[in-house]
């Protein structure tokens, strides 16, 4: 596997304006910007950066400082405000020290701090203190941590990088590695086995060019040792079909805890395909770093993967890292426990990565981690022969290391529905709208349907206003088995299977029975009741596969138990729903499928039920206006309220949640109190 070389220029970044912060803070924003660019030299999280400069402090005096970048901020979308400043001297005055725990050291780092509110600084605040340049870069470059891992790393540094790079054996980062680093200031830069490199300069765009030329000068060297990779498998990987039901069980496995998003990623596709695949994922993560996310080593699936041998895997999987647990656990801080045994990569051949996560986003996160450390090993064993790698003990401190995982713990509570994936009908307005923006706003990754994709968009606006996953949509007639099918396997393509699904879609049908057309009532019996029909049959055949239940949710009607006159293809149809829902519940009860409907009444908000002459046929039928027709409903129901789609929504959001786990065949009125709609 070749690693792409890194450009001197970023193409196409935009540019941040900063106009008030010290030129050296917004050199060392910049020039983290630009390596945040590049995953080749850190992904997400990974790496940090720092320059000092003067400031003026409250009294008025001169003060030299550090500005680091803070604890798990992303240089990606680098800010001011993620470098927090230290006073240097305070810092500098800590090499005095022999040793220093983290926990003593991360105090009197604190106690540095400018503003004791800014960000919590990097762990290896003091790796940037105690080296005398005024620009630093530390990355966890692929070519850098490839020359690294294997057993004659040192040697490999020296041909690469030359004699000018000093080379530092695995230590884990804190005041022992910063310390010890600060030896070596006169020298170009380090190379820290199994972690990254470090470089600088009195010039930020200097300092920047030094790290990539170190990088392309191990690249170069990588390339001029790479054999050609071990034969590949000749299994073309599964089929579209195969790939879909081995998701389901996947996802059903690895959703037992909580629930999980499952993400392909089809970059390590042809890595995947190798005989070496195994000793690939032996050879753990190509930084340290990147198993506070991935774990240590990821799972492999088998050549011809299917949901028994593929379970059987995890399950292995769970084992092997219990007994690792086991076997160091008399290192593990007070306060910790073991973290979810699953595995957070799986390989699969001739695919390439499949990840789990809270959303897709975090999917695609993770994936990109596995790319990077999984290439580099790929690398290490074409260049090298084989790998090497930090024994499990240090392994297991860093897995377990307080000063790391305060990355994770500053992340906020998972919402309720984080892992979830709901398929919601009929999205574009109305009620189904409503339904999909309280979903989004609680976490949940969706798919949303409908027959255009106008009201779709617009959803999707609204979603992302209120800081919500951006959904999968799918347009098209939910009438159509096909289209059912491809709605429901979106998801299953997209986040690895699905927990419930919303029939939300629907159409008002008027006219006397003396007047209605066969033509019309027809109609409204493919959308309002066959649509529901296919998407039940559809659903509960996936929801099966994936082994962990699942919930329906109809949207049925008032009507359904109090007709009214002149609207009797509607009645029909929503009564019929109900049918359904109950059969769906008999029959599903023992794969914990639950089922259950909702009656809402007079819902206006974005609804495209009263058009077509709908709000004027049903004023007329009220004896009062077109314009009056909301008010007249809501004066009818006992509440006296307006009921909206939101309410709809909190029903629906309840009836998908395990808070009514113990519910299923029931029919909820949400219509502000209707006696003759009573369920009965």
């Not at 970044?13 to 917004?26: F, G, H, N, Q, V």
């Not at 405000?81 to 810092?91: F, H, Q, R, T, W």
């Not at 255009?452 to 979603?463: F, M, Y």
């Not at 008032?558 to 109950?582: C, D, E, H, I, T």
Request: hydrophobic share 40%; glycine share 8%; with cysteine.
């Amino acid at each position: 596997m070749k690693f792409q070389k890194v450009k001197l220029q970023q193409i196409g970044k935009k540019e941040t304006k900063l106009t008030t912060i010290p030129k050296a803070l917004e050199e060392l924003v910049s020039r983290s910007q630009f390596i945040g660019a590049d995953q080749s030299l850190v992904v997400y999280g990974g790496g940090n950066t720092s320059a000092k400069g003067e400031i003026t402090d409250h009294l008025g005096r001169k003060k030299t400082v550090l500005w680091v970048k803070g604890s798990g901020a992303d240089m990606t979308n680098a800010v001011a405000v993620d470098y927090p400043a230290l006073y240097l001297e305070e810092l500098l005055s800590l090499k005095k020290f022999e040793k220093l725990s983290d926990e003593e050291m991360t105090e009197y780092v604190g106690k540095a701090l400018v503003d004791p509110n800014s960000r919590r600084p990097s762990i290896e605040t003091l790796l940037h203190a105690f080296l005398p340049s005024k620009h630093i870069d530390h990355v966890h470059a692929d070519s850098i941590c490839a020359l690294t891992n294997h057993k004659d790393g040192k040697k490999a540094v020296a041909e690469a990088l030359g004699d000018g790079f000093a080379y530092v054996d695995w230590i884990r980062p804190g005041f022992e590695l910063s310390k010890f680093s600060s030896q070596f200031s006169e020298m170009e830069g380090i190379v820290l086995a199994h972690h990254g490199l470090i470089v600088w300069d009195e010039n930020s765009d200097v300092c920047k060019d030094k790290t990539i030329n170190a990088v392309n000068k191990a690249n170069q060297y990588l390339d001029s040792l790479a054999v050609k990779p071990a034969a590949k498998f000749d299994h073309a990987g599964p089929s579209d079909q195969e790939l879909s039901d081995l998701l389901l069980a996947l996802r059903g496995r690895l959703s037992k805890k909580s629930k999980k998003v499952l993400t392909v990623d089809n970059r390590l596709q042809e890595l995947s395909k190798r005989k070496d695949l195994s000793a690939i994922a032996e050879a753990g993560t190509s930084s340290a770093d990147h198993m506070l996310r991935i774990r240590p080593y990821s799972a492999v699936l088998p050549e011809k993967a299917d949901s028994t041998n593929s379970i059987s895997v995890i399950d292995k999987y769970v084992d092997r890292y219990t007994r690792y647990f086991e076997a160091n656990k008399s290192l593990l801080p007070k306060g910790y426990s073991m973290h979810d045994p699953d595995p957070r990569v799986v390989l699969l051949p001739g695919v390439g990565s499949i990840t789990t996560g809270s959303s897709k986003n975090e999917g695609k996160m993770l994936a990109d981690i596995a790319f990077h450390t999984h290439s580099v090993a790929g690398k290490v064993l074409d260049s090298f022969g084989s790998a090497d790698t930090i024994g499990d003990a240090e392994v297991f401190g860093f897995d377990y290391w307080p000063m790391e995982l305060y990355k994770l713990s500053s992340k906020p509570k998972p919402q309720k529905f984080a892992g979830h994936v709901f398929v919601v009908t009929g999205a574009g307005s109305g009620i189904g709208r409503g339904i999909a923006l309280e979903l989004a706003t609680q976490g949940a990754s969706l798919v949303l349907a409908d027959l255009g994709d106008e009201g779709l968009k617009e959803t999707e606006k609204l979603i992302a206003a209120s800081k919500g996953l951006t959904p999968e949509f799918v347009v098209g007639d939910q009438t159509k088995e096909s289209v059912v099918i491809e709605t429901l396997n979106s998801a299953i393509k997209n986040f690895g299977g699905f927990d419930g699904v919303v029939m939300s879609a629907g159409i008002g049908v008027s006219d006397s029975l003396e007047t209605l057309t066969l033509d019309k009532w027809n109609h409204g019996l493919a959308v309002n009741l066959s649509s529901s029909f296919l998407i039940t049959k559809h659903a509960m055949i996936n929801l099966r596969k994936q082994g962990i239940g699942g919930s329906l949710v109809y949207i049925a009607s008032k009507n359904a138990f109090s007709p009214g006159a002149g609207f009797g293809g509607y009645s029909v149809s929503k009564a019929g729903m109900l049918q359904l829902m109950r059969i769906a519940a008999l029959e599903g009860g023992s794969a914990q499928i639950r089922a259950n409907a909702i009656n809402p009444d007079a819902i206006f908000d974005n609804s495209k039920l009263w058009e077509g002459g709908i709000r004027e046929q049903r004023a007329a039928a009220h004896g009062v206006k077109p314009e009056e027709l909301e008010d007249f409903y809501a004066s009818r129901n006992m509440l006296k309220v307006h009921v909206t789609s939101k309410d709809v929504a909190l029903t629906t959001s309840y009836l998908l949640s395990d808070e009514s786990s113990r519910t299923t065949g029931a029919v909820i009125a949400v219509d502000g109190g209707v006696a003759a709609a009573f369920p009965r």
